[in-house]
């Protein structure tokens, strides 16, 4: 288990000429997940807040119908933010066990560029487009497979 110390996103920013994974760069995107996790925490508050608010007992139809539809988006809004927390969760239990930075299928880096927009990335873009290309065959009419 790694011990990662927290260092000020203000202050430091992974360098390529360092080594990978090192613990600042450990600790740096430990405070970015940390940090998207509260953003996150607060957007589902403000979920739960509006959910709660919109009056679905409209007389007219036309306003329970968009009460409906704003219920249905915050609802979504909320599971999307539950999603991504889990997924930050997992990022940070994989600084955690040492295997934070590298690809879940191929075990090469995932790079920093890509975990700096992507802080709970579990792929490479090498292993992600390889992914995504197998996917897309499984979808393929059967007469594009024989052509």
Not at 31 to 48: A, H, V
Not at 58 to 77: F, G, M, P, T
Request: hydrophobic share 35%; net charge neutral; glycine share 4%.
């Amino acid at each position: 288990m790694t011990q990662v110390s927290q260092v000020s996103s203000n202050k430091y920013s992974p360098l390529d000429n360092e080594p990978y994974m090192s613990d600042g760069q450990l600790a740096y995107f430990k405070g970015q997940l940390m940090q998207r996790k509260d953003e996150l925490r607060n957007r589902i508050s403000k979920s739960i807040k509006k959910i709660k608010t919109l009056e679905a007992a409209q007389a007219d139809i036309l306003d329970r119908i968009n009460s409906y539809i704003d219920l249905e988006l915050e609802v979504k809004s909320f599971k999307r933010h539950s999603d991504m927390i889990e997924q930050v969760d997992r990022a940070l239990a994989r600084i955690d066990d040492g295997s934070f930075g590298y690809c879940e299928l191929t075990g090469d880096k995932i790079g920093l560029r890509r975990l700096e927009a992507i802080p709970f990335a579990t792929m490479s873009i090498k292993a992600l487009e390889a992914f995504e290309a197998d996917q897309k065959k499984m979808f393929l009419p059967r007469q594009a497979l024989y052509s």
